[in-house]
């Protein structure tokens, strides 16, 4: 094993599993010793024991569902956030840390625009600060008394309260029904020796997620004049738009209209990522809330985006909301068609949180990509149906395969499902129509979906057929087969390496991975209709035949990333592109690459690009093909030897340039347990060696998105989550 630098800079750790027998480890320290400036090196081996388990020890319990608990300390040292969502696309997102805002799309609840813009929230209320009087004493429920937080069931932070005169115990919990747009919050006071009134400042706002609220005069006045007070129950009324309805009210105490601002609230993420970073609160009065020992107060934030929606306020109840997500995860779990791995505990983790990104619209359901910014990616969303199969939401699957298929034209499914512009670019996203196809007929066992209609004129098996026609034939600026290799040619920024202004991975020519699924899209088109069978076996008998000719690199022993080229020019022509990355791994599990050569490449992943629980997308050597990076005015932003970023961080053309040259990527890391097990034949080691690579991800649910998977993570340690917080790929993956 291989020592790990401590964060506080004065040494090293390496941890071994527990022993049947006390035995000894040969550690070898390589000492760099300074003197008179002048460096020396020494090396040293010395023995030391491992004790084995003491034989009366329990053994480890399995980890359960339940309750997933984060320190305070965690929580301070990173932006974690909770996310709640209601399968309809309103969303809660609050940071783990009480209190705090880190950023503009933190909120308590936003609510959809409409299903061609899932992405484009609104936010209705932003936070409720609560405020503790006890006696003559004030104090706030912030960090500072925070004693633990829990994920699940429900998100509950629990504050503890003792100055020797007062003894308080006091716990908060937040629940989003299902299919309904409000979000119930319940303070109970667990433990105390004196009664309690909690004040209660409901900030309420009307903006797009992605902006700051600014307060102009003509705001202010505009959103004071905008609210309605409420008797019973006691609360208030926002309403700052036709047709929009946001009320806030409370089980029982009173609401005092008390009308105030809170100016240039900082918000340190937005500020490492370059955008603006203040923002204004308002709060349009007050709760005060009596609370007993053992006693509750429930409040209820709901809202509306429709017109003729009434909202029912008189029956707040945190109880019957509770029993109903409890109901709701219960059958959710059940859904998981495999009976022992409904009983998994990581297994029903990931099928919790897979849920949180299904939103029911009019059009079908879709899945979102990531929170807090993406909406529904096609690419994405075909890429998780694997991942819904092992979730038992084949039902989620279905719409995303119809969908997308119903999006084809000449060749290509659109960038964006159901919503945003209609680009077709990515070349991926549409040969990952073929394989989303096989994964559903094969999980469902129905073959009768290949002909399922997914327009007027045509079914499944004939957006296949015309997709798989139009790639051969090519057109203009766009993929082509290329006849004396049987591989596929790519534009450039036609991959999931796509990212534009600054163009950062570019990858024209005939990438390793888009001739994985081309390969394997043409057994599945062999399978499928008997007029192509035989020429989509021709094909594929040839790319079997130059494969490893043209991307294998026998002085590093990896396959090439890329072969650059420009259009019309063959694949053998192509310039070998030496860079290390992941995207070799679909060569692996397509079976493009004998088992020897696989074994190399995994063990060269395994030592230059694995990092916990993700793999980096560029390892941290010079390149002998320079990769150039300009911003739009041609000036360099990297160095074109050695492009490679270990922090995604800064403003948004640093953090793109970042994306694909040294982030790693969660979403990847479940394909190098799979490769990995597939060159050693899936035997009985191999596949217990897999199993353990599961258990770095245990450690992701505490970052980010707690009781989720981040979008991406820093290649360099201590590797901080980036990103989306929660990613949908990243989650089906390790779930499939």
């Not at 709901?302 to 709701?328: C, M, Q």
């Not at 029903?348 to 299904?358: K, S």
């Not at 948004?652 to 394909?671: D, F, K, L």
Request: net charge neutral.
């Amino acid at each position: 094993t291989e020592s790990i630098h401590c964060s506080t800079g004065l040494g090293h750790m390496s941890f071994f599993p527990p022993q049947p027998e006390n035995q000894h480890a040969l550690l070898t320290f390589n000492w760099k010793i300074e003197r008179n400036r002048m460096i020396q090196r020494q090396w040293q081996e010395q023995e030391y024991p491992i004790l084995s388990v003491p034989s009366g020890r329990k053994p480890f319990s399995p980890r359960k569902i339940y309750p997933l608990i984060v320190s305070k300390k965690k929580l301070r040292n990173q932006y974690a956030t909770v996310l709640l969502t209601n399968g309809t696309g309103a969303v809660c997102q609050i940071p783990a840390l009480p209190q705090a805002l880190h950023t503009k799309y933190d909120t308590l609840l936003s609510i959809g625009t409409g299903p061609q813009t899932p992405a484009n929230r609104i936010s209705l209320v932003k936070a409720v600060k609560e405020t503790v009087q006890v006696g003559e004493k004030y104090f706030d429920l912030d960090q500072s008394f925070l004693s633990w937080f829990t994920r699940y069931p429900h998100p509950t932070w629990e504050f503890l309260y003792d100055d020797g005169e007062y003894h308080l115990r006091i716990e908060k919990s937040i629940v989003m029904p299902q299919g309904e747009t409000s979000v119930y919050i319940r303070y109970k006071l667990r433990e105390g020796n004196a009664s309690i009134n909690l004040i209660c400042n409901g900030y309420l706002e009307y903006r797009m997620i992605h902006e700051q609220l600014i307060a102009t005069e003509e705001l202010r006045h505009r959103y004071e004049g905008q609210c309605r007070y409420l008797l019973f129950p006691p609360g208030v009324e926002f309403q700052p738009a036709p047709g929009v309805n946001v009320k806030m009210a409370a089980q029982s105490g009173e609401y005092i209209e008390q009308k105030h601002w809170v100016p240039n609230v900082f918000l340190a993420q937005d500020k490492e990522r370059g955008l603006d970073c203040k923002t204004d609160l308002f709060a349009p009065g007050t709760f005060h809330l009596v609370l007993h020992k053992g006693s509750s107060q429930v409040l209820m934030l709901t809202a509306s985006y429709k017109p003729e929606e009434k909202i029912p306020v008189e029956a707040i109840s945190f109880h019957k909301a509770e029993l109903s997500e409890n109901k709701r995860i219960k059958s959710l779990l059940g859904r998981v068609p495999n009976l022992p791995a409904q009983k998994d505990s990581l297994v029903r983790m990931l099928a919790c949180a897979l849920d949180q990104f299904i939103i029911q619209t009019d059009q079908g359901r879709q899945l979102m990509a990531g929170y807090p910014w993406l909406g529904s990616l096609t690419r994405d969303a075909l890429y998780c149906v694997g991942g819904l199969l092992a979730a038992g939401r084949a039902d989620v699957a279905e719409d995303i395969i119809a969908a997308a298929a119903a999006s084809q034209q000449k060749g290509l499914v659109c960038d964006w499902l159901n919503s945003g512009p209609a680009d077709r670019t990515n070349l991926e996203g549409s040969l990952r129509l073929f394989l989303a196809v096989h994964q559903y007929v094969t999980a469902t066992e129905n073959p009768a979906f290949w002909d399922r209609p997914v327009h007027p004129t045509q079914t499944v098996r004939d957006v296949l057929l015309d997709m798989y026609r139009n790639l051969k034939g090519g057109s203009e600026n766009g993929p082509y087969l290329d006849a004396t290799s049987g591989l596929l040619y790519c534009p450039a920024n036609s991959t999931w390496m796509n990212t534009t202004h600054p163009q950062a991975t570019p990858r024209p020519g005939y990438p390793v991975e888009i001739q994985a699924l081309w390969f394997e899209a043409l057994s599945i088109l062999a399978r499928l209709d008997s007029s192509c069978a035989q020429e989509a076996t021709e094909i594929r008998e040839q790319i079997q035949k130059n494969f490893m000719h043209l991307y294998w690199q026998p002085n590093r022993n990896y396959l090439s990333d890329v072969l650059l080229a420009s259009r019309s020019l063959p694949a053998a022509q192509g310039q070998v592109d030496t860079a290390l990355r992941f995207n070799q791994l679909g060569a692996i599990q397509a079976g493009l690459v004998p088992v020897e050569e696989g074994r190399m490449i995994v063990d060269l992943i395994s030592r230059r690009l694995l990092v916990p629980a993700a793999i980096r997308s560029l390892a941290e050597d010079p390149l002998s093909v320079p990769l150039a990076i300009t911003d739009d005015q041609g000036t360099a932003l990297t160095d074109p030897r050695m492009p490679y970023q270990g922090q995604c961080t800064g403003d948004e053309t640093a953090r793109r340039v970042a994306y694909h040259n040294g982030t790693a990527w969660p979403w990847a890391y479940p394909s190098f347990i799979e490769a990995r097990a597939s060159v050693f034949h899936f035997s009985e080691l191999a596949v217990k060696q897999a199993l353990a690579f599961f258990e770095p991800l245990w450690s992701h649910f505490y970052e980010g998105g707690i009781g989720s998977f981040s979008e991406m993570k820093d290649g360099n340690y201590p590797h901080t989550c980036r990103g989306c917080f929660a990613y949908a790929l990243s989650v089906a993956e390790a779930l499939r």
